[in-house]
């Protein structure tokens, strides 16, 4: 029996060790350590006040990290990229057994890396419960589903693709209906993001619905059954309560009327004397709001090919608070003010404005889905789709020349950019209304998937992205040709 025994005890003495003497020579708080292990794990938050906001308590932190995490413990940030070998390489600790494999998850790069997945763990167990409602899942997750609960259910009948789509024919389905991805769609990337999750193949695909990040009875304020958001907001809140148009005006216009600013259009041939009474930001560079337009066009999209509904709608300079009332606007406090009560834009488009069904859980009656639903006409992926398109038509939009995209060289510019060429432009329907793959607006615009708001700086970042891409086939075709066993283009 104790030769048995001899071997694990040996270890568990090492490891015993190897704690106390990792803790005495590197200053990990090995008291702190222990006594956090005594607590054990705190339950998974039941109220979403309670939920984890990446802030573990004092003991954790003395176990996890030094005294940078304990300094920035009252700052908003999470706290686990402070901990030990959580950061850079200057993060890692100076162990005194060194990296050995089966020691270092109790030396002090052991503490912080677990404790980092366990504080990321937990919050994305409680970011799903508590923020992320999805209109088509939510009842699943809640209920369950063959004696498995939700947060443990890896697929989802929801998310299956329909006999009538086009990759439908490249599945594998079971006995029970459950579909995996197969063949050509785990191959390559799919134009509209079905197959990235191969056992859910329509979960973030183009045309899903898009979920919420609040619960469902909170999201119509206006709706007579929503009954927590109409006590809450009492009539305040609506999409055009407070009115858009005076608080746009009242808090956000640019007063630049003197001879030095010429209403914010400067002075002729951009002279340096142009004075305009408000300040530009010093920390902020144009290009990162041109970027993040770019990276979003890449994950959704509310508007059909850059509509909207055909239903026009007011956009507001309908009322203003008069002595902390709210009054209908009257013409001259239209014009005072700037407004353009005669505005109109298009209703945004919705997928279901139906009574939503309702189920019970934990002793109360929910919603299956929020009163209006949406859908999201991009794909939810980081897959470049505002370049290469998230359907047929927006791909066909991307002229290629083979495995390349088409570029077209300027006259009299000889750079080494210049030679890689640009994106030629969109030169709009030309009579072909009806099978036309542009907006009249679009013309004069460089091809791509995601067109719609074009601005200079989405420009660049097509016409970088393009080159980059046609530099990688250039790339994979010098291998192909050096190594024929690699993988030809």
């Given amino acids: 029996m104790l030769k048995r025994l001899r071997g694990p005890l040996v270890i568990a003495l090492l490891a015993i060790a190897a704690i106390v003497a990792g803790s005495y020579v590197s200053g990990n708080d090995y ?127 929801q998310m299956r693709l329909t006999p009538d789509d086009p990759a439908y024919v490249h599945l594998q389905i079971d006995a029970d209906g459950n579909q995996r991805c197969a063949g050509p769609l785990i191959r390559h990337r799919t134009a509209n993001g079905v197959c990235n999750d191969i056992d859910n193949p329509a979960m973030g695909a183009a045309r899903q619905l898009f979920a919420r990040n609040v619960e469902f009875h909170e999201t119509d304020p206006s709706t007579a059954k929503a009954e927590f958001a109409r006590h809450r907001h009492a009539g305040r809140i609506a999409l055009l309560t407070p009115d858009p148009q005076v608080i746009s005006r009242r808090l956000f216009t640019r007063h630049g009327g003197s001879a030095t600013c010429n209403n914010g259009q400067g002075l002729p041939g951009n002279s340096a004397k142009a004075d305009c009474p408000y300040r530009k930001a010093p920390f902020f560079n144009a290009l990162a709001a041109f970027w993040i337009q770019f990276m979003t066009h890449d994950w959704f999209s509310h508007l059909e090919e850059a509509r909207n509904s055909d239903m026009p709608m007011q956009t507001g300079c309908q009322s203003a608070k008069v002595d902390g009332i709210e009054q209908p606007m009257l013409p001259e406090g239209a014009r005072a003010l700037g407004c353009r009560p005669d505005d109109l834009i298009e209703r945004a488009l919705v997928a279901q404005s139906n009574a939503p069904g309702t189920f019970r859980a934990g002793g109360h009656t ?36 083979g495995a390349k995209i088409r570029m077209v060289k300027l006259k009299d510019r000889s750079s080494p950019g210049d030679q890689q060429g640009y994106l030629p432009v969109l030169q709009g329907c030309q009579g072909r209304e009806t099978d ?51 993988t030809a283009v």
């Fill in 366 to 401: 929910r919603l299956e889905r929020a009163y209006q639903t949406s859908r999201n006409f991009n794909t939810a992926w980081w897959d470049a789709s505002q370049i290469y398109g998230y359907d047929r038509r927006s791909s066909t939009r991307l002229q290629r020349d």
């Fill in 31 to 157: 008291v702190s350590c222990v006594a956090q292990l005594a607590r054990g794990m705190r339950p998974v938050a039941s109220d979403r006040g309670d939920r984890f906001l990446g802030k573990p308590n004092e003991v954790a932190l003395r176990c996890r990290g030094d005294e940078r995490a304990l300094a920035n413990r009252e700052t908003p940030w999470v706290d686990w990229s402070n901990y030990w070998s959580t950061g850079d390489k200057s993060s890692r600790a100076p162990e005194w057994l060194g990296d050995v494999p089966p020691l270092r998850r109790f030396l002090k790069d052991g503490h912080g890396e677990t404790g980092a997945l366990i504080d990321l763990e937990y919050q994305r167990l409680e970011l799903i419960k508590f923020n992320l409602f999805d209109n088509a899942t939510y009842k699943t997750y809640v209920t369950g589903e063959g004696g498995v609960a939700g947060p443990a259910l890896r697929r989802w009948p």
């Fill in 436 to 486: 036309c793959l542009l907006r009249p607006e679009w013309a004069g615009q460089e091809t791509a998937g995601f067109p719609d708001n074009w601005t200079v700086g989405l420009s660049f970042l097509h016409t970088v992205f393009a080159r980059e891409h046609n530099l990688f086939v250039d790339a994979f075709k010098r291998e192909a040709r050096h190594n024929p066993r690699s």
